[in-house]
């Protein structure tokens, strides 16, 4: 049951992912992300990181996405027939190789040592209350340095979208 | 395992029953019968069988058979794919969330044990949230493939407010969170069962602003923007005809009767009746035997249960058809000005209890 699961979302993630790149219409390879998205939400599941996979769902797939698509759709991008440029082309099946290998060994590495988890020595891996616990005491310092990184990030979105306003004036 | 699956199997039919088989016909009937009864009308009565027509619950039926009958239009411009993918999902969505709402406590039924949710998962509400935000394609899309300015333009206010309302919504239940110190839909039900732990007395401003960002979510009048009638013909389902057009529709009462079923769960003592504990149900209902007593309890929560989801239905409709719609700006100014900041407070003010008590 759980292979068969993991087939299914596997796959489905590749599939979603090929077609996103392929796809020339902006509307139609926005909704392929999403599918990843989703379908790397199912494998957060199957990995018993639910909350992951809820927090997966709520930003990526519901928050972010939408806006992309919402950008997309007021901009009306034009579906765009062109070449790819040969020299992007090698450099792209470069980091493709590259990204491959990378993702081979990651994939092979919980063969090479089966008791990853379980040696870590957490009964409740994965659930909400383990999690929360993690970041308010061990991870503490990088938990609030990415809280200040993303408040930076919003202060810096809401200046820059004012100075336009400003501007227009 | 067998018996997880034959339970598993049977609370899944129910709910798929009781959601689709008779809230999402008959909400259609109680919102005509609604609007008709508060605007002095008499409402819907003509159809009829034999002469009889039993206070027009046979407009349901006759309404399915008209859908159905009806063309199913695709406009020439639009994005076929999408177009047709759009109503699904927004429907599925609305389907599927109500699986973590538990209607009932934790029984021993013949040496097994009974939990009456569908999903009893450890992220919880968050769980709702999540697929709660996957609904805001179906609008987008549909106005988006559409091929109709109408539809674009409510496409695009859905979006907009749809993801400012998440966030606030997301904030409001913080403090129902950290009041009951769990995500668990079963455990906030089950910690409600003295009258005085009610989510309602412990949050009374959660609720209130819960309930706003709720129905606002669910784009009902007064916050109707994406489909306007008055400036939008109908906003993002302009070009739906036939049953896809149904989905939609279908989704926004599945949609009501989720948020009558968190409002419950959350806030109005999930299962209980005030003052009788679910063990005080079984020792009342031994003459029928243990399983027999167990048998009688959950249809007593379950009845408890949905009697309060109905009293919210209701409280929605009522809602619907008292209020104007709010202008654009409006919208955006309650969710970002006023219920989000009081959602904070609401978060602050519970911690600084917590702290103390």
Redesign the interface.
Known sequence: MELLMFFIFGVGAVAFALLMVTNKKP??AA?CL?GVM?CL?GLYVLLNA??I???Q??VY???V???F??VI??LNVEEKEGRLAVNILVVQSVAAVVVGLVFLTVVNLPKTDASFFAGMGIPDFG??KAIGKMLFTEYLLPFEIASILLLAAIVGAVILAKRRIDDAE | MFADMIESVAKILFIFTVNLGFFAPILGWVERKQSALMQDRIGANRADVGGFTIIGLFHPISDAIKVIMKEDFIPAGAEKLLHTLAPAISLIPAIITFAVVPFGGQYELFGHHVNLVIADLDVGILYVFAFSGLATYGVVLAGWASRNNWSLIGGLRASAQMLSYEVAMGLTVIGVMMVYGTLKLTEIGAMQESLFHWGVFLQPLGFILFFTCAVAENKRAPFDMPEAESELVAGYFTEYSSFKFVMFWMGEFLEIVTIAGLVTTLFFGAWHIPFVSDSALVSFFHFAGPNGAAVLAMLVNITTFFVKVCFFIWLQMTIRWTLPRFRYDQVMKLCWKMILPLSLVNILITGLVLLNG
Do not use: K
Request: net charge neutral; aromatic share 8%; hydrophobic share 80%.
């Open positions: 509307v139609n909704m999403i989703f939400a639910h909350l996979a809820a927090l769902l709520i797939a519901g928050a996405m939408v806006l698509l919402f759709m007021l659930t909400t």
